[in-house]
């Protein structure tokens, strides 16, 4: 059965940080990547980061780079997102994905 759980939202004041993690199950993980994308309300969902399990290669959405990270561990078959000097701009839901499948969402609260 494929799954994906996202966990480590929260609330945050502004400049804190937090580490989100993707939790997936029924893949080869190692064979695919995995994307981050989030959607605050009112707004269209967007695409956050995307990494490339087999070669590591990663990408940024203009407004997280240089303040987001993302990485994966093939053996724990987890992506995280790690996410520094947040903004109150960053609020919204997160979502991990792989694959055509997502998760449930973790919610972000940063607080100015």
């Known amino acids: 059965e494929v799954q994906l759980v996202e966990s480590g939202g929260g609330l945050v004041q502004a400049g804190g940080s937090l580490r989100l993690s993707c939790a997936t199950s029924?893949?080869?993980?190692?064979?695919?990547?995995i994307s981050w994308f989030r959607q605050a309300p009112g707004k269209e969902r967007e695409g956050v980061s995307c990494?490339?399990?087999?070669?590591?290669?990663?990408s940024y959405v203009d407004s997280v780079k240089g303040r987001f990270t993302i990485s994966s561990e093939n053996a724990k078959n987890t992506g995280y997102l790690q996410m520094n000097s947040l903004k109150p701009e960053d609020t919204a839901v997160y979502f991990c994905?792989?694959?055509?499948?997502w998760g449930q969402g973790t919610q972000v609260t940063v607080s100015s």
């Open positions: 994905a792989m694959r055509g499948f």
């Open positions: 029924g893949f080869t993980f190692h064979d695919y990547a």
């Open positions: 990494i490339s399990n087999r070669e590591g290669d990663t």
